[in-house]
């Protein structure tokens, strides 16, 4: 007997490619943010990015880099040093809503891969105070 697991998430929606136009595409909007560039320490976003991209691939059963290079996501314990209030939360989905859009996936996909990111952006408000 042949065993045929199913394709990932990540496979079905076309891989590292996908994943790289979506983490690109956000991030141009992020750099030209004046709430959210800030949090980066990095002048240079590009490290970002690629902990973004290799998060991203490893949650939708892609390579498990993220995790040898980095450990366990921990992703509130991550971003507890940050200042994420709603307002922050709204801009980083905004430039996230306009990256997935730009993706062309199919409804389900996108709706799989939209509802992740709402609960995930969500998750990391930890303050209600306005932007310093």
Same mark, same amino acid.
């Given at each position: 007997?042949?065993?045929?697991?199913?394709?990932?998430?990540?496979?079905?929606?076309?891989?590292?490619?996908?994943?790289?136009?979506?983490?690109?595409?956000?991030?141009?909007?992020?750099?030209?943010?004046?709430?959210?560039?800030?949090?980066?320490? /990095?002048?240079? &976003?590009? %490290?970002?990015? #690629?902990?973004? +991209?290799?998060?991203?691939? $490893?949650?939708?059963?892609?390579?498990?880099?993220?995790?040898?290079?980095?450990?366990?996501?921990?992703?509130?314990?991550?971003?507890?040093?940050?200042?994420?209030?709603?307002?922050?939360?709204?801009?980083?989905?905004?430039?996230?809503?306009?990256?997935?859009? /730009?993706?062309? &996936?199919? %409804?389900?996909? #996108?709706?799989? +891969?939209?509802?992740?990111? $709402?609960?995930?952006?969500?998750?990391?408000?930890?303050?209600?105070?306005?932007?310093?």
């Amino acid at each position: 007997m042949t065993d045929h697991a199913a394709p990932s998430f990540y496979e079905q929606i076309g891989g590292r490619p996908t994943f790289a136009k979506l983490v690109d595409v956000f991030y141009d909007g992020v750099a030209n943010d004046e709430v959210l560039e800030p949090m980066y320490p /990095e002048a240079d &976003l590009g %490290p970002a990015k #690629e902990r973004l +991209l290799l998060f991203l691939e $490893q949650y939708w059963g892609g390579p498990t880099t993220y995790s040898q290079e980095r450990g366990h996501p921990r992703l509130r314990m991550r971003h507890a040093g940050f200042h994420i209030n709603p307002d922050a939360r709204d801009r980083w989905l905004a430039h996230m809503r306009k990256a997935v859009d /730009e993706l062309g &996936l199919s %409804p389900l996909h #996108e709706a799989t +891969l939209w509802d992740y990111l $709402q609960r995930a952006a969500l998750a990391m408000v930890n303050t209600f105070e306005p932007t310093p």
